[in-house]
């Protein structure tokens, strides 16, 4: 039941990576989990080591309205994972054009999955304002909004505050409340990351779930397309990828049912 | 226009039927050829072409009367290659020496990743993979039993596994693609006791702990920290500085 967005003003800031690693970790914790990619990169397929030539997907088939189940992967790792699948840009525009003329083409699925109460559903949304976005938002139980310990990511603090990217006006003003922030690839040993971290630190409060120290072991966990908990689970940022996910599953409140073995269903 | 022997033969070699020419007012004098095959535009055709393209403009030089030029001359002709209505012989050509080259690339290759050659020596007894492009990779864990899985029990559909549960490790990984091999995987950083999260709060809810650590905290607001950057305090000028000076010297705004 519960649907976690990763989301994020700004691209480049490694919601996919945070997304995948995050679903990863909870799996460890015996939820079932569901990885959803809404991204046209269709990047999120990688993490979860399924084939470079693996192009077919949920989102990009949408507008010919596709059984979801037909189309959902069980990866090695014991996480379920629908891709968004190979587009082009006419695709996009198609989908694009789609989704604003009838929403209820990705909302109607996403009512089914939502219908499963043992199952985390994990959300990877493009970067800044989309149509994906307004329509999970709504639903979601948490929107965790990804930024780098950089300036121009703190530049854009006040569109987190306000939940601007998420929409407008109410909906905008609903989804404030859900919204937390992770923080990304800090460098301890950089003056500017650290003044960022703190000022975020220091402005978001409460609202800040997470913060990620950067750790090469992730970058080629990525490339060997594995998961940092399996190539570095000592490291400091696996530490604090578990303490991120100790902070959803808080978040969350009421735990879903639990399984006891990793990979079992 | 005087070139266009020249100009045809740049079109054949290059095999680019889009090149289009404009009548500019002149009498068409081949307005309804064929859309030419890809394969007919071989230099020899085009000669062949112009030389009785030529004799054609001969014929029409001895009428008296030309017809009146219609509107859509001056559209954009096809594949049609008009020519002025002016006497004029095309200069003596040597043959063409190759045959026309073929059509252009297709623009959708199949990429071509290359492979480590340690995993094309897989033993012949193993089981052939179906037809992909990337090497399997060898197995490396038992498979785990795993039940059909299913999301929802009212709706028992079974999913699809992404491999067939043996390997753990992907057939393909991007690392493949960039031919790099860890030979030492690097040594991740030993994590301190409290994560980084906490550390960040407790660096800002007390500053004088702050000091104490070995990573001195930053207490001064990020405004301060972007404006050292761009110059505006005091502070040593960056180097960018120095490249930064010649051209604002030398612009005539």
New interface residues.
Partial sequence: MPLICFASPKGGVGKTTLAANVADALQRRGRRV?AIDFDAQNALR?H??????DTSGFMSQLPQRPDW??L?????SGV??LPHGATDVRGALNLAQALDREPELLAAPMRE?L??PN?VVIADTPPGASHALSILAPMSNMVCAVLLAD?TS?ALVPEISNGSFLGGGTIANLMAGRLRVI?NG?E??S??S??????L??HLGPR?L????R???MA?A????RFLLD??P???????LQ??TTAIEAALGAAPELFAAR??? | MANEPDVARVAAAFNAPGLRYRSFGNMPVRTDAPRREASSQSPEVVLRELRSTSAAVRLAEGEASLPPRASAAMDVEGDTVTFPASGFTPAPVAPAPAPPPPAMAPLHVAPTFPVQPAVAAAPPSAPIPPPSFFPPAPVTAAPLPMPAPTLDAGLAVPLPLVAPAGPAVPEFTLLNSIQAALESPPVAARPTPEGTLARLRQQVASPAGAVQSADPAVTFPLGEAIRSMAGASPSPAPPNDTFGAAPRSSSPF
Avoid: H, N, W, Y
């Avoid at chain 1, 000592?234 to 604090?240: E, T, Y």
């Fill in positions: 569901l990688l979860f080591a399924l084939p470079i030539t189940r037909t959902v992967r069980r990866t090695s379920f994972l999955i219908a499963d199952l300036a703190a923080l800090i301890p040993k003056r500017l650290r003044a960022v971290s703190e000022m630190t220091r800040l997470g913060a990620i120290c750790e090469e072991m080629e990525v490339a060997a397309q190539v570095a000592g490291s400091q940022a696996a530490l604090d303490e991120t990979g079992a269903m």
